[in-house]
């Protein structure tokens, strides 16, 4: 009777061991259905056509599309153009709203642009605002050289002369009125030059230019020519009376 009894107990726990492992493989077979994706990784619940529908406390919920379909996933970290939303029920990604950004820290400020942009003030450009400079190893804008406004223009003169010229030159500068914010950031030009006419062009008082002296030099001997001949021409006109 014991004999009899301590059999059925055996094949009773062999039924209930063989149920276990059948519901397990089923279990298995199931969640390899969902295709190569492990769109069940994380989830609280999961559909079998629209993957995680809860996730774990600590993980974002992130709607993927792929073509058609779309469905539910749980990461740990937000994709490209994403940023973490943590709310009481559920965390999940939301989509950054601003241009051209490849990461954000919420809806409206952005972290890292898209290639080719440049990051200022949780915004991005194509081109930094006037006043900052672009830095290419962190695609940031940084403030620039800041430079004061224009002088008016100088005095024309050539050769530091203002005079004995017809034409000079006139210089306007302006001052740096605040560093940049690195030493490799260009400042815009605090100088320029432009051609002028000058206001006196002979010189009062000064030496007379080379071009002058020779006129007056050639002049000056063809009266000397002159009067020497008007001279021969007397003496002869005395000698024949």
Request: with cysteine; proline share 4%.
């Amino acid at each position: 009777m014991r004999f009899r009894l301590f059999s059925f107990a055996l094949l009773v726990l062999n039924c209930m061991d063989y149920s276990h492992g059948q519901a397990s493989r089923w279990r298995r077979s199931k969640r390899a259905s969902y295709g190569p994706n492990p769109i069940c990784k994380g989830c609280l619940s999961c559909s079998k056509d629209n993957g995680c529908i809860r996730c774990q406390h600590k993980l974002f919920f992130f709607l993927r599309r792929e073509g058609m379909r779309q469905y539910g996933e749980c990461l740990h970290s937000c994709p490209s153009g994403y940023y973490g939303l943590r709310a009481p029920d559920m965390n999940r990604c939301s989509r950054c709203r601003i241009e051209n950004c490849d990461s954000c820290f919420s809806r409206d400020f952005c972290t890292k642009c898209k290639a080719g942009f440049y990051l200022h003030r949780g915004r991005c450009f194509g081109e930094c605002p006037d006043g900052f400079a672009s830095l290419e190893e962190t695609m940031e804008c940084v403030e620039g050289c800041e430079v004061g406004p224009w002088s008016e223009w100088g005095t024309c003169s050539r050769n530091n002369k203002t005079c004995g010229f017809k034409w000079g030159l006139e210089t306007r500068t302006r001052q740096i009125v605040k560093k940049p914010a690195k030493d490799t950031i260009p400042c815009p030009t605090i100088a320029e030059s432009r051609r002028c006419k000058m206001a006196v062009r002979h010189c009062p008082g000064g030496r007379r230019t080379a071009k002058t002296k020779d006129k007056r030099k050639k002049k000056k001997n063809l009266m000397e020519r002159a009067q020497k001949q008007h001279s021969i021409f007397l003496a002869t006109d005395r000698a024949s009376q």
